[in-house]
């Protein structure tokens, strides 16, 4: 049985999550930074969040370097913005999949063969 709770948190500590980050002044903290998602325990007691840098994943390492400073100051934020009785235990997680998913659409768009338009016949007769 699917934990509904759980899914409908997760999805609210992301949205509060992007919203949190932006308020944040750490130097360390890439201001490309996006949360890509959030994994939540069972028991809502730890939560998994996973970051991502167009600038790439060392950028993002430094950056969890950064948002875990600054943890305390986001579970107090998660805390009160989501009316939770317990604020879960946050871990962020360096994760590539935005520079990624920029890598391969430049391997498409340089793969992708010149779109030809379709002659159009004026005579009308056939």
Same mark, same amino acid.
């Given at each position: &049985? ?6 409908? $948190? ?13 308020? !944040? ?7 490309? !930074? ?15 969040? *996973? ?21 305390? *100051?986001? =579970?107090?934020?998660?805390? =009160?913005? !989501? ?8 871990? *962020? ?13 430049? &391997? ?14 004026? $005579?009308?007769?056939?």
């Amino acid at each position: &049985m699917a934990n509904f709770k759980a899914n409908r $948190t997760e999805e609210d500590i992301l949205r509060e999550m992007t919203a949190i980050l932006r308020e !944040l002044k750490d130097p360390r903290i890439d201001p490309m !930074l996006t949360v890509v998602r959030a994994e939540l325990s069972r028991d809502l007691s730890d939560c998994k969040i *996973f970051v991502s840098s167009l600038s790439g994943k060392e950028t993002a390492k430094e950056s969890c370097k950064g948002l875990d400073s600054a943890s305390g *100051f986001i =579970r107090r934020e998660l805390l =009160r913005r !989501l009316k939770i009785r317990r604020s879960p235990a946050l871990h *962020f997680v360096a994760d590539d999949s935005i520079a990624h998913s920029a890598e391969i659409d430049r &391997m498409l768009h340089h793969i992708q063969p010149p779109v030809e338009e379709p002659e159009e016949s004026g $005579t009308g007769e056939e």
